[in-house]
């Protein structure tokens, strides 16, 4: 695989594209197959070969585009071509073979000179050249104007420093300094400055303005590098941060990412659980497996193997406390309890913070952008009243709980001072298969003040901290395999 | 096949002319997929909303490259017995009563329990062999002898288990059978997959296929279709038809009208002796077009403006 296309699919990994590494090999023989020259027929390829849904077909559109934009071509025949207009611009050699009619006097001898200047310039460094070749070909380079061997050279020097490595804007400077001696900048200083010395004013600024053209596209290489791969691992970075920060203390504008990262989850840890089978003893006859292993009984039917298989997954209530202490979280245990709505089939919510709600039906029919503000908006506010809640909760739903039913309570546990019906959990204990206490606050804190999580705690099967994404999936998935 | 060693530009444009003649209109997209499933021995998944010619897509392609095609259509609970290989369970009972009959001939110069055994070994163990194998679309498409054209249609109705059997089929052309072994391919068979999307398909699948995704077609792309499909409507008709179901798809439907939907509506006006789109006309052939009852409530209103924008835009 060419440097290239691997830089595509590195580019491509931090932007939300996963190529593995058989599609890279398919990739590569694709781009064999059809060359780099018809970019547009390239890109209808790669993206079938690569992008492997909707939206990752977009994300490849947009970093192909990006990346082959990413025309590294140090132009200078834009110089040549605006010589026409503008008279002070950098002389190229092809100007002086045929300079423009009734051009300027100064014209020619500045176009004149470079050649001159360079036959000079390659006999007197001639020692030189031989001891660093690299060097010495980018002063031959820039007085040839080969913008091919430019654009080779740059991007040889740009792997040389380990371009690919740039993250933060303040690199800049520093990667194009770096490529800029790698090719050679130093050499192509002192023979400006050996020009200068003995009078060759037009050959030295001649010199100097080409090698401002090839800085600004060594500049402008460095940039598009940091654009793609700083974009990509910055998200990688904001996810990683995302997971691991305080609910409490993730910003209103992460909402989405987080919303993203609550679905990836809960859809995993349901995935892993819903596989969980058991076999019955009624349903339609498997001929292929009752056959199969009556063969030893001579075909006479003995053992028989039935067809349906029953799929176990736990029957969940969640209650979740919406109040103004826990206002902060509540948004996101909202929002995963929304998302365990959608993956589970047997969950049912409910909001409090004085009176007891249930908000299974709005999660169902509403975006969580809307069911989410909703449920504050109806339950949130009221200063928390737990026995009052544990009273409506046994109230609506207190016959359903049985002993496969898993009841989660997500709550800081502080009552404000009321009686939180410690009785209630007792009797939902005995009943339910098990009880657990999402708390949002640090366990050293609990029981200080108006909390009653010490009182509350013997009742649940499991107690925990729960106050980051991650700590969030562990207690869930601990959850879901005992289930 | 002819473009299979033409270079890449030259070939995708045979195939966009083959399809062309075979009645189905594709862009470069699809003709490029084609080829390169071809290059790089790969199934195609083939994903877009419903009616944009998936299916057409792998029927067109069998047509054109003359290979049979053979069609697993895929729903919850399709498992392996119906899909890759079933033993003739029948079969196989007889022909362990009719061992037990020869049974006595077979052994009869055989002495004691050891040396039957020994002789019954070696007549080769027949109850498990392609004999009894019956084989299902998948191991047919395997087993053929001449190139086929595989369609495994709406792999996304299927259960996951399903697709896990397929892996192996996708990647290597070939199928386990545990009791015989590994049947491989003797022509491998170009494959389309197609999904509406209802659910994600697991990433080792999508590994190991092409992803074409087909979205509704432009403008000029779909009067193309049109003329393909329906060439007696005229050509104002046509022209309008396609405007006007175009900007339908701008609206917030339940179900977005889709080629199929676009080519049924031709017919009907074409039945009708229709010359133009007028208002009454369209809101009473409107549920050819849309199908929510809601939707039809919904666009009734829209008619006229959408009928005005139509015939402007052609004239």
């Known amino acids: 695989m060419d440097k290239a296309l691997a830089d595509f699919v590195e580019m491509l990994r931090y932007s939300d594209v996963p190529v593995s590494i058989s599609e890279s090999v398919d990739a590569a023989e694709t781009v064999r197959l059809f060359g780099y020259k018809d970019r547009g027929l390239l890109k209808v390829a790669l993206a079938q070969v690569m992008a ?14 990006e990346f082959f934009s990413y025309n590294i071509d140090p132009d200078l025949a834009p110089g040549a071509q605006a010589e026409d207009t503008a008279e002070d611009s950098p002389p190229s050699p092809e100007n002086g073979e045929t300079p423009p009619e009734g051009s300027d006097p100064n014209n020619d001898p500045a176009s004149a000179n470079p050649v001159s200047g360079g036959g000079e310039g390659g006999g007197g460094l001639s020692g030189e050249q031989s001891q660093g070749a690299s060097a010495a070909s980018l002063l031959v380079m820039l007085e040839r104007n080969d913008r091919t061997e430019l654009t080779l050279a740059m991007t040889a020097a740009a792997n040389a ?47 100097a303005g080409r090698l401002e053209i090839l800085f600004d596209s060594v500049r402008d290489l460095v940039d598009r590098q940091l654009a793609f791969t700083s974009s990509g691992k910055a998200k990688q970075f904001r996810q990683d941060i995302l997971k691991n920060v305080r609910l409490s203390a993730v910003e209103h504008r ?88 959608e993956v589970l089939p047997k969950v049912r919510s409910f909001a409090f913070s004085g009176d007891l709600g249930e908000i299974t039906g709005e999660f169902d029919r509403l975006g969580p952008e809307e069911a989410i503000p909703l449920a504050i908006d109806k339950y949130g506010g009221r200063s928390t009243d737990y026995g009052r809640a544990l009273e409506d909760f046994k109230e609506l739903c207190f016959d359903d709980i049985d ?11 502080r009552s404000n001072g009321a009686d939180p019906r410690i009785d209630i959990l007792k009797e939902i204990k005995q009943r339910a298969k098990r009880v657990i206490w999402l708390n949002p606050e640090r366990k050293s804190i609990w029981g200080s003040g108006d909390s009653e999580m010490l009182r509350i705690a013997p009742y649940c099967t499991k107690a925990e901290t729960c106050n980051s994404l991650n700590k969030l999936e562990l207690v869930i998935r601990d959850l879901l395999k005992s289930s | 096949m002819t473009f299979i060693d033409k270079d890449p530009t030259t070939a995708i444009d045979l195939i966009k002319d083959g399809f062309e003649t075979a009645g189905y209109i594709c862009d470069r997209h699809i003709a490029t997929s084609i080829y390169l499933s071809q290059k790089l021995d790969k199934p195609i998944l083939v994903e877009g909303p419903p009616g944009v010619g998936k299916t057409e897509l792998a029927k067109a392609a069998s047509e054109i490259l003359g290979a ?179 900007q339908l798809r701008t609206q917030d439907l339940k179900k977005l009208p889709a080629v199929s939907e676009t080519i049924d509506w031709a017919r009907t006006l074409l039945l009708l002796h229709a010359e133009k789109l007028d208002t009454d006309l369209v809101r009473n052939t409107l549920n050819m077009l849309l199908k929510f009852e809601e939707d039809i409530d919904n666009m009734h209103s829209e008619v006229p403006k959408f009928i005005a924008a139509a015939q402007k835009e052609v004239r």
């Open chain 1, 161 to 207: 420093v380990n371009l690919r490595n740039i993250v933060l804007m303040t690199q800049r400077g520093l990667f194009t300094r770096r490529i800029m001696e790698s090719m050679g900048l130093e050499e192509v200083n002192r023979e400006i400055f050996r020009r200068r010395k003995e009078g060759d004013e037009d050959g030295a600024d001649g010199l």
């Open chain 1, 254 to 341: 992460d909402f989405k990412y987080m919303r993203d990262l609550v679905r990836r989850m809960a859809k995993r840890l349901t995935d892993l659980n819903s596989r969980v089978r058991k076999v019955k003893n009624r349903g339609h006859l498997d001929i292929r497996k009752t056959m199969r292993r009556n063969v030893a009984y001579d075909g006479i039917l003995f053992e028989t193997h039935w067809k349906q298989k029953h799929k176990d997954r736990p029957k969940v209530l969640a209650i979740c406390d919406v109040s103004g202490s826990v206002a902060s979280v509540a948004r996101f245990l909202l929002l995963f309890l929304y998302s365990l709505n």
């Open chain 2, 68 to 246: 049979p095609l053979i069609r697993l259509q895929c729903y919850e609970g399709l498992d392996e017995s119906k899909a890759l290989y079933e033993w003739k369970y029948g079969k196989q009972l007889l022909y362990t009563q009719i061992l037990k009959e020869k049974l006595g001939d077979l052994l009869e110069d055989a002495v004691g329990l050891e040396q039957s055994m020994d002789k019954l070994h070696q007549f080769g163990d027949s109850f498990y062999s392609e004999k009894f194998l019956e084989a299902r679309p998948l191991l047919q498409a395997l087993k053929s002898e001449v190139k086929t054209v595989l369609l495994i249609d709406e792999i996304d109705k299927s259960d996951h288990e399903f697709e896990a059997y397929l892996l192996e089929i996708l990647s290597d052309y070939q199928i386990s059978v545990p009791e015989i072994g590994t049947i491989k391919a003797k022509t491998k068979p170009l494959v389309f997959l197609t999904s509406n999307n209802t659910r994600e398909m697991s990433d080792a699948l999508k590994r190991r296929c092409l992803h074409l995704y087909i979205p509704f077609p432009d403008a000029a792309l779909e009067r193309r279709i049109i003329q393909t499909r329906v060439p007696e409507l005229e050509e104002n008709l046509r022209n309008q038809l396609v405007s006007f179901v175009q």
């Open chain 1, 52 to 65: 492997k849904t909707i939206e990752e077909h977009e994300n490849f559109d947009r970093c192909f585009d």
């Open chain 1, 403 to 413: 002993n496969r039913t898993t009841v989660i309570f997500l709550g800081d546990g």
